[in-house]
């Protein structure tokens, strides 16, 4: 009976090690997003993405805890000039950045169950390809808007 009630200890102490999230400690983001119109469902996140580490990290998957999906997109301007989104994937190098901005590469939000709104600051999780993870706040700006808004004017809104 104590092997027994060993065993179960020993496997319950390592599920818990295993099953526990690795934090990311070289990965820097600076956020951010346009206001959603009344009742839209979808979104995007823009910003810039730093990779301190020695090595490059894969973006696995992002978390947004009011969104169905959120995934990588990239924008694609056809011959006829038509923008075209197709689902695309993210390295960021080692001791290098990405850029994530409107018209191209970017975090697409769908089904969001709130509007996203001005002046706020809203937390999603990143899980990268050497098995850590990292949480983020983004903030967002007016409807429409082109470049990051000012930090200093934000708050949680969750």
């Not at 018209?103 to 969001?112: D, P």
């Not at 709130?114 to 850590?132: A, K």
Request: hydrophobic fraction near 45%.
């Amino acid at each position: 009976m104590f092997l027994f009630l060993r065993s179960v200890l020993v496997f319950l102490l390592l599920s818990a090690f295993l099953v526990s999230p690795v934090k990311s400690e070289g990965i820097e983001v600076s956020a951010w997003s346009r206001a959603t119109p009344p009742g839209g469902a979808t979104g995007a996140i823009y910003g810039r993405i730093a990779n301190n580490q020695n090595h490059s990290v894969g973006l696995v998957s992002v978390e947004v805890g009011f969104a169905q999906h959120a995934m990588i997109h990239e924008t694609e301007i056809k011959k006829d000039g038509v923008a075209r989104m197709r689902h695309g994937s993210l390295v960021i190098p080692a001791a290098g950045s990405v850029l994530l901005e409107p018209g191209s590469t970017h975090i697409m939000l769908i089904g969001l169950s709130l509007e996203l709104s001005p002046g706020c600051r809203y937390p999603f999780r990143m899980t990268w390809s050497d098995g850590s993870s990292s949480d983020h706040d983004f903030l967002t700006g007016e409807l429409g808007q082109m470049f990051p808004p000012d930090p200093a004017f934000h708050q949680a809104c969750l």
